[in-house]
């Protein structure tokens, strides 16, 4: 069966963001001049999923607005003769065919993803986190499919990190079956490094079958009352094969303030226009003597 679907799960509150999170969702944080979600979506086009089920809450309004139509600005571009800055408003918001679905309560990934089941149907499809950017040289979400079609069950996308930064992330346990291909036997969550059985870490990226839904609805609630989803893909892998595949990429973790910060950076000195300038202050800053604040 195709993957014609992907669940944005973008209902959390964003409380690492607060007060800036309080009328603004994090995911319509700017990278220069385009948010985040944007990043996001355009990942799943490129991969010729154009089916995008945002699971959103009450105060993810901007999400939907950002992915409609806007004519009033359109006329007000053309008329101005923007027609670059025209060109790329006009591309999302037409070549997108967006579901969304309101989370009632933050309960959890697991939860989040198990809201979105009556847009998916019986059908597999792909999880990607909202505050998570991957700049590769191919598309991960297209690979992901592609090893969907060959083996037919769930992927777990993962990249290697450092054994002291495994506290920090989901992590795999898994046995090697190709290049960049592994078969999982275990998750755990933000192990000890003494306790960590790879530096695998799971990225943000999932290609689950509709099976997964049994799963996380007979997932217990964990810390907080949330359903983890990593306790649903354990209960998956004790009756069917879940894979993962390893990226070599950069991931950029947008939803936390130093790794926006880092993400702005590293996506300004890329851009032509204002690269030049920015290293220019960069360095000056670092170079700078500044008094110690108090």
């Known amino acids: 069966m195709e993957v014609r679907k992907a669940v944005l799960p973008v209902a959390g509150w964003g409380t690492r963001f607060l007060p800036a999170t309080k009328a603004m969702p994090k995911e319509m944080f700017p990278i220069i001049d385009k948010p985040v979600i944007q990043f996001i979506v355009e990942e799943c086009l490129h991969a010729g999923i154009e089916n995008v089920i945002f699971v959103t809450g009450r105060h993810k309004r901007p999400i939907e607005h950002h992915f409609d139509i806007n004519t009033d600005l359109e006329k007000h571009l053309e008329h101005c003769g923007k027609t670059q800055l025209l060109k ?20 959890g990934l697991g939860h989040a993803v198990l809201v979105a089941e009556p847009a998916v149907g019986a059908e597999p499809f792909i999880v990607s986190l909202g505050d998570i ?22 992927i777990i996308a993962v990249f290697e990190v450092e054994p002291k930064d495994v506290v920090k992330y989901g992590i795999i346990n898994a046995r090697y079956i190709e290049k960049d291909i592994y078969m999982v036997d275990d998750l755990i969550e933000k192990p000890r490094p003494e306790e960590a059985p790879s530096n695998l870490a799971i990225v943000g990226r ?89």
């Open 88 to 107: 790329n408003i006009v591309e999302i918001s037409r070549i997108t065919n967006p579901i969304y679905i309101r989370q009632k309560e933050q309960l």
């Open 206 to 294: 999932y290609l689950f079958t509709p099976r997964i839904f049994e799963k996380i609805r007979v997932t217990p609630p964990g810390k907080g009352g949330e359903i983890q989803l990593t306790d649903a893909i354990k209960l998956l892998l004790e009756e069917e094969a879940v894979y993962a595949i390893k990226l070599n990429a950069r991931i950029y973790d947008t939803g936390t303030p130093l790794g926006y910060i880092q993400t702005l950076v590293e996506f300004g000195l890329e851009r032509e226009d204002i690269k030049s300038e920015l290293f220019n202050f960069l360095k000056n800053l670092v170079a700078e003597e500044r008094p110690a604040l108090k």
């Open 133 to 154: 950017v991957i700049k590769s040289e191919e598309n991960v979400l297209s690979r992901m499919v592609d090893v969907y079609k060959r083996l037919g069950k769930s």
